[in-house]
């Protein structure tokens, strides 16, 4: 958690949020523009944020990928609002187990980043690009804490003498040290106006020799500094050993007791402070503010934002399904109405398609690490599992796991169903409203988990199904666009669609060792087939598998769902990964996806991940949000 100019940012393992401070405290994410190290713009694992809000200068480390994670480095200097991706000052060590930020001052004129790597010290000025190596103090045997204040970086370092505190020169990259007792363990550094050490230990707040412990049994677990009123004023957090927690609010030279006790369990980190109010943040990502030695709390909504998949019902507009990834809930109701949670009894969770199951009126699928039902009335009901003829691809002891991707009612016979799934062992198709389901994978090459030992197979991830005239077509990660031929073998009809460089497939099937297609979304409009890319929409007239583009007017080609007006062929909505250099996320068609325009509201640079026509009949949209929870907007066409 870290101060900016007018507010707070907290940093969670789902990215960056911004409080909003208004007649009710509540959090929104705070990331476009950032980018990971894979080129998406979907932050995760953040796990340190630290800033100079009065510089309008942010830094923070985040790990991507799974088992032994590499760290990255984000840089900010606007105050939050874009961070560009530095590399690490040594590449070959995977790991950054420091960083710091100072603002202008003898360090840079602009401000400056600093990361530490193992014993290793690295600094970059604000607006370069590279990393300069600084000397280390030689009888370094550990860096602690870093810290920036007055222009200048701050270490509090062990050496096999004792704790020291250092300070980056004037007129070098070199330290140099600080007159200082020794407090270590240190848990905060800094400077005060004149240019002395101030640092906070396990027990003791010191400046240059003179301390000030705390009260006895107390030890500080996290700290923080602010400049305020003529004096520098810290926030401690401290522990009893017994699960007691205090904070302790004061000015440096002053005695320090009294204190606080937080009313719930708050994470051992160092409290957000600005002289007169301190914030806390509990396991759960909660907010306690301490003000006029009186707690709020204040409840985190970012978790209950992440929304992964929704339905509707074409036949009564307006009901939805909404599933959650992170709570693994799904909800259901209307727009304008209540809502119900239908979770219970739900094995599974991470929602990642959710169909309304045709002439039901409380039915409803789940596509997730296995198929689910939901049967009965809303606030009685069931889940069933329903995966009768699948294949799975693991084994957790009595759970067989299948990961589903999406799912596909045909409108014209509500019994014919087709799911699809991301490990590679799909698709499947039911005759009976899925009590029974049967592979179809011919064509599609060898069946089983992404990455096992007989390789690849050609559709790896299925995106989207379409039934046309009685054929039914598939949208695919790495094989692209396939048809159901004649005796049930699929066939490739790329021809003419980008692959992921962005150049036109010149044959109908490539080898997918020279060339991959990624098609996110499939739909029929007009007559035509629609695509889904990452370079626009595409289209085919006659299902001839033949494709051409249909991007007049996206600003933003990185497509990753459409949608048709149930009523209105001609209408089409396209949603786009929202970026901040490429703010239009939502776009309306009204030939049929010949042309388009840019939806503009309140809203910008948003990743969505879905859209639906809500209620046709008054032009209503629902988009959902990467970490941004579900939007409803009313159209002019």
Known sequence: ??????????????????????????????????????????????????????????????AVGGGQRDHFIMTSSDGGKRYRQVGRPDALERSVHGIAVCGPGPVSASGAYLAVQNLDLYIQPVGSTAWQHAATPASVASIEVVGGANGRFVLGIQTLSGGEIWQSSADSLDFEELPSRDASP??????????RAVAVGQGTVIRADESW????????????????????????????????????????????????????????????????????????????????????????AGRDLWWTAIGDDVREPGRMALGNRITGRVHVGSEGGDWVDIRARLISSTARD???????ADGFWLGSFGLYEFTGPLSGGSWQLRTNGMQTYLQTGTLDLMEMST????????????????????????????LSWQRRHDGLGFPGTVGGEDGLPNATQIRAFVIDDGVTWMASFRGGIWRLGSGDLWEQRNRGLPDQSGSAVDSCCFELLDAQVDVRDLILAGGSLLAATAWGVYRDDGATGRWQPSSDGLTNGDIVALAAHPTEPDWILAAARGKFELPDWLYLSVDSGRSWRPIRSQLESARSIDVIWSDPARAEVVAILDGRGAWLLELSP
């Not at 959710?354 to 039901?360: C, E, Q």
């Not at 009612?409 to 899925?434: I, K, Q």
């Open 1 to 62: 958690m870290s101060r900016t100019a007018d507010g707070l940012l907290l940093a969670t393992d789902r990215g960056i949020y911004r409080i909003i401070d208004g007649p009710e405290l509540r959090w929104i994410p705070e990331h476009p523009g950032f980018v990971t190290p894979e080129d998406e713009a979907s932050p995760q694992f953040i796990q340190k944020l630290v800033s100079q809000p009065e510089a309008g200068l942010f830094i923070h480390n985040t």
């Open 186 to 195: 240190w848990i905060a550094v800094t400077l005060d106006a004149q240019g």
């Open 213 to 300: 412990p705390l009260p006895a049994g107390w030890s500080v677990r996290g700290a923080s500094f602010v400049r305020s009123m003529a004096q520098l004023r810290f926030a401690l957090l401290a522990e009893d050993g017994g699960g007691g927690q205090r904070v302790f609010l004061g000015a440096v030279g002053d005695s320090i007791a009294g204190g606080f006790d937080p009313p719930a369990v708050v994470l051992p980190v160092a409290p957000v402070y600005d002289g007169q109010t301190a914030w806390l943040v509990t396991p759960t990502a909660d907010l306690l503010r301490l003000r006029g030695g009186a707690f709020d709390f204040f409840a985190f």
């Open 354 to 360: 959710i169909a309304i199951v045709p002439g039901t």
């Open 407 to 434: 799912l596909y009612h045909d409108p014209a016979d509500p019994t014919l169903v087709w799911c699809g799934t991301t490990e590679g062992n799909g698709p499947y198709v039911s005759f009976n409203r899925g």
